[in-house]
């Protein structure tokens, strides 16, 4: 079977294949983008920035179309995808109204008798390597910034991804993109490898796990190239206090079967104070409890859709019986469809004891897992117990005492009484071993330019 594919993880059935890029394929990729990048750079930031809001526009009028094929090759529920296009367009829209002011080049004040200048200029090629949880977002964040920039793009998308991958470099030339400035590669590893160390490419960046994050920021370092990775998250979300824990639960739940449990930033953590946690806990139980599995085309309340592959669901049920064989409690769902669909039902999981090895391992998958405290410096403390560092939130009734400890958590991203605060012009990124560097917002599309000093002498 060919590594990319079209297929239905509800079913298990392989719709169709791809061939793997050829080394002759690569190397013509690498040559056409860096042939455009030379014309692309050369065109007005005004005239690439038109070509990006085309690109917005054609994502909007096939929204229906785009979001089948994710429902259909990631198993995302229709409603689901058409929020994540819709997400991916006002990201697009974002960058070709906004990016040209956003690198408008600037004086600064000079001691030396002339005038100095910071311009934001075009680096070159660069690659993306992105994952399977958001085909067109995850997309979108790395690739219109850059083009509004002036880089081209080549865009190495996860295995399952394939008909989405090839959508989006459709739309791109069809938007006026120059064929080679946007560039779908069916690569392999070896030649991701290759693609880094190319003198033509100057940059890469790489939204995925955390061992895939140490392997590309290896090689990006081996051959001094810029990187930004967006890895994991084992993102806490703190409840200190609530009139209306039945409504907070709610919020947790939703937010953490969001995608079947498939979301870096997502409520992985559940920290609750000691005199609410029974209830809470009683209300998620409530909330997982009888649900059934359903079809991502036509879900019904009470029914939930497959993970993105087989082996997904197959690597979430393992974690959680790990956490249940050092000492966990599964307090609700947590069944493992027969194969080969990929359905696993959302979980509730308490009791995880710190010192064991799942305490600190991220589960991608719909599984709410929570913790009990005694006050805000045990819940600050163990929000912080982590390698990870992507996100984070804090409720309360209390708003000053929520900013309080959000104000301490050790993340890229913090919140005080919403879980994760997500629009086109808010950054998004992590510290620790969440990678860096940061995509979207007004400091997303300056991750990968030439912030150049431009002296002219007095």
């Known amino acids: 079977m060919s590594k990319y594919r079209v297929q239905n993880p509800a079913t298990g059935e392989v719709l169709e294949t791809f061939e793997n890029a050829t080394d002759a394929q690569i ?39 785009l979001a089948r094929l994710i429902a259909l090759e990631m198993g995302k529920s ?23 002011s956003l690198i408008t080049d600037y004086e600064i004040p000079s001691t030396i008798p002339g005038k100095a200048y910071i311009e934001h200029r075009p ?17 979108a964040r790395f690739a219109a910034p850059n083009l509004v920039l002036g880089n081209t793009i080549l865009l190495k998308h996860a295995d399952i991804c394939a008909g989405s991958a090839l959508a989006i470099q459709a739309i791109m030339e069809e938007a006026g993109v120059p064929v080679g400035g946007y560039q779908n590669v069916f690569a392999s590893h070896d030649q991701i490898a290759t693609i ?26 081996r051959n001094l190239k810029k990187c930004v990775l967006e890895l994991g998250g084992i993102d806490p979300m703190v409840v200190l206090d609530s009139d209306d824990i039945a409504a907070v ?20 953590r559940l920290i609750v104070m000691d005199d609410i946690y029974d209830e809470f806990v009683a209300e998620l139980k409530k909330l997982a409890t009888g649900l059934v599995p359903g079809d991502q085309f036509n879900l019904a309340e009470g029914e939930f859709v497959a993970l993105s592959s087989r082996a997904a669901a197959e690597t979430v049920h393992a974690q959680v019986q ?63 117990d982590c390698a990870l560092g992507l996100g984070g939130s804090v409720f309360s009734t209390d708003e000053a005492r929520a900013a ?20 086109a012009e808010l950054p998004f990124g992590g510290v620790k071993q969440s990678g860096f560097g940061r995509e979207m917002g007004p400091i997303g599309i300056g991750e990968f330019a030439n912030k150049r000093l431009f002296f002219v002498s007095a």
Not at 54 to 65: C, D, N, P, Q, T
Request: contains cysteine; negative net charge; hydrophobic residues 40%.
């Open 404 to 423: 309080r400890v959000a104000s301490q958590l050790e993340v890229g991203m913090s919140h005080v009484n919403t879980i994760a605060a997500e629009s």
């Open 27 to 65: 190397e013509e990729a690498l040559s056409s983008a860096n042939a455009v990048y030379l014309e692309w750079r050369e065109r007005s930031v005004q005239e690439r920035a038109a070509v990006v809001k085309r690109v917005a526009e054609l994502f909007e009028e096939r929204k229906e179309e």
């Open 196 to 221: 880094i160390a190319d003198p033509r490419v100057q940059g890469v960046s790489l939204t995925g796990s955390e061992r895939a994050g140490a392997i590309i920021g290896a090689q990006a370092g």
């Open 123 to 139: 680096v070159g090629a660069l690659l993306g390597v992105m994952p399977w949880n958001f085909p067109y977002y995850q997309v």
């Open 249 to 268: 639960a709610k919020q947790a739940w939703d937010f953490r079967v969001y995608n079947v449990g498939q979301v870096c930033n997502s409520n992985k």
């Open 322 to 384: 790990k956490a249940v064989s050092e000492g966990a409690t599964l307090v609700a769902g947590g069944v493992l469809s027969d194969g080969p669909s990929a359905y696993y039902s959302p979980a509730v999981l308490t009791d995880v004891p710190r010192d064991s090895e799942s305490y600190g391992v991220e589960i991608f998958g719909p599984v709410a897992t929570v913790y009990k405290v005694s006050s805000d410096e045990e819940a600050l403390e163990l929000a912080n």
């Open 78 to 100: 229709i409603t689901e995808s058409i929020d994540e296009v819709e997400f991916a367009t006002s990201i697009i829209d974002y960058y070709a109204v906004h990016g040209p």
